[in-house]
């Protein structure tokens, strides 16, 4: 049946007063423009035509003898056909209207460079006069390994068949474990195999602070397990990796006091963001210390962990953790450094902390130490909200080590005051002979009896002085000491040849003057073994 808007091929035709009714149909929409390329086109379709009332109703006849889906509504000029249930062209309006089931309505792009896009919705109406096709309750269009979520479940499509740009939608990635998801994102959707523009991350850190990130430079490639890029789509599964250049002004902190900057990426089926850029240590209130940016590279899973070592650098500027004197200085010679530089590359290396540098905010305190906790090695902690620096190890007193003395030990500094506090072991070796050794170990114990002190040189439960022989025997060792000497008196020496010197000074507490650049004793001198 030809008319000249419309014509309708079937094997079963009905008329009536108002029109006709046509079953398996084909029923096309002519176009004014292109006699070979219909407006509207549907295969297998019911057609219900008023003529009275310029309506006609086309329904889906959707099952064949096998139950197969074989009815399509195409429309050539949007490159687009579906399958949803019912559609209704009003001939003065120069629209169809359709609606149908979510899970019955699927819309396809039909042009090649769609790659077969494809979603579902439960309405539509198209604009023959404009050849543009408005679809209505779409939940989600999948693109490579993502699922992008239009605003309002609307899409709209162009005449060539392209989509218009999305804007405040969401993304979510990848669709196996939908590990991500992206708002406020504005959205060009490409074909079935990528889209481009940007949105909105929430970035939660280690400690569940949220900083909002805007992820945009769209790829898609095949990864594999470790998450490297291939070269190759032959598998066609390719998986969405999305960037953001983060900046000082953006104000993202990976950990509590630890500022970042440089690219975070996102790989849709890893769980993580990957870190590529610097850290910055958040000491505003003591400007002489961090003001370096420390390259770093982890995931958003772990907390932040440097390595402190002859490589850390700024640039070319070696980077230090520990105490120092500066060289040929009158007065206040000591000073502190963490992660930054010396006031010059001459000054001496009074402590030095090597291994981990970690921020532990439990206890709100900055950590340089060995990776391993059993390890004798030096260790800083940095409480920058009390302004205090903890210092535990091995101090080279004079700047430079020295085979006449050995010194471990506990020191506190406190950065407002400038004031410097060691708690103090020393291991004295320099040549005095047998007779002069007994002499002045007599002369100490009368000395001592003279005076009634009998405060002991050593309390075994004392934490300081535990972590000072720690520094000597290790903490194993340490245990086995406090074991012993609990059921009798124990002497150093006889517990390790490590302590067979000439002198052992167990408790030695000195103070820093910072205008004559010396060390001066406070309190009783305990002295463990002479000889």
Do not use: C
């Not at 008329?15 to 084909?26: H, I, K, M, Q, V």
């Not at 260790?379 to 004079?398: C, P, Q, S, T, V």
């Not at 030990?409 to 103090?424: C, E, H, P, Q, V």
């Amino acid at each position: 049946l030809d008319r000249s808007d419309s014509d309708t091929q079937s094997k079963h035709f009905k008329f009536n007063r108002s029109g006709f009714l046509a079953e398996n149909s084909t029923f096309n929409i002519k176009s004014t423009d292109n006699p070979e390329k219909p407006i509207f086109s549907g295969k297998h379709v019911g057609i219900d035509f008023s003529v009275q009332k310029n309506i006609v109703g086309i329904k889906s006849q959707n099952n064949d003898l096998d139950g197969n889906l074989n009815s399509t509504l195409e429309f050539p000029y949007s490159a687009y056909s579906t399958t949803i249930d019912n559609a209704t062209w009003n001939i003065k309006d120069k629209k169809i209207t359709m609606q149908g089931a979510l899970e019955s309505s699927l819309f396809t792009a039909t042009a090649q460079n769609q790659y077969g896009l494809k979603y579902y919705g439960t309405g539509a109406l198209y604009d023959i006069a404009n050849t543009s096709l408005n679809i209505t309750g779409v939940q989600e269009i999948h693109s490579a390994d993502a699922a992008i979520l239009p605003p309002d479940g609307k899409v709209f499509v162009k005449k060539d068949g392209t989509l218009e740009s999305f804007t405040k939608a969401k993304i979510i990635t990848d669709t196996l474990n939908r590990y991500h998801t992206l708002t406020n994102a504005s959205v060009k959707l490409n074909s079935r195999l990528s889209f481009a523009g940007n949105a909105d991350y929430q970035y939660v850190n280690v400690s569940s602070d949220t900083f909002n990130i805007k992820l945009g430079n769209f790829e898609f490639a095949e990864l594999t397990a470790d998450g490297q890029m291939l070269s190759t789509k032959s598998s066609g599964k390719l998986s969405t990796i999305a960037r953001a250049k983060i900046t000082e002004k953006d104000s993202v902190f990976l950990s509590p006091k630890m500022l970042y900057k440089g690219e975070i990426t996102m790989l849709a089926p890893f769980k993580n963001l990957a870190m590529n850029g610097q850290v910055l240590p958040d000491l505003k209130k003591y400007p002489m210390f961090g003001g370096s940016w420390i390259n770093y590279k982890g995931n958003k899973s772990e907390a932040i962990s440097i390595n402190v070592d002859e490589t850390l650098r700024d640039g070319g500027k070696p980077l230090w953790v520990g105490l120092h004197i500066k060289d040929g200085a009158m007065m206040d010679a000591l000073y502190p450094t963490f992660l930054s530089t010396k006031i010059s590359g001459d000054d001496l290396d009074m402590f030095l902390a090597t291994g981990v540098f970690k921020r532990d905010e439990p206890n709100k305190k900055f950590v340089v130490s060995a990776a391993d906790e059993n390890q004798i090695a030096n260790r800083y902690e940095f409480y920058d909200d009390k302004g205090i620096i903890a210092l535990e190890g091995k101090f080279n007193l004079l700047g430079a080590p020295t085979k006449i003395f050995e010194t471990v030990g506990i020191a506190n500094i406190f950065m407002d005051s400038l004031k410097y506090n060691f708690a103090t072991m020393m291991k004295l070796d320099f040549p005095l002979s047998i007779p002069n050794t007994q002499k002045l170990g007599q002369n100490i114990v009368k000395a001592n009896l003279d005076a009634g002190n009998s405060d002991a040189a050593i309390v075994p439960d004392s934490p300081v002085f535990q972590s000072k022989l720690n520094q000597y025997v290790g903490r194993k060792e340490v245990d086995t000491y406090l074991s012993k000497s609990a059921r009798e008196h124990l002497p150093l020496f006889k517990f390790s040849n490590k302590f067979l010197s000439t002198m052992v000074i167990s408790d030695l507490n000195l103070r820093w003057n910072r205008v004559t650049n010396a060390y001066y004793s406070v309190g009783k001198i305990g002295i463990s073994n002479i000889g």
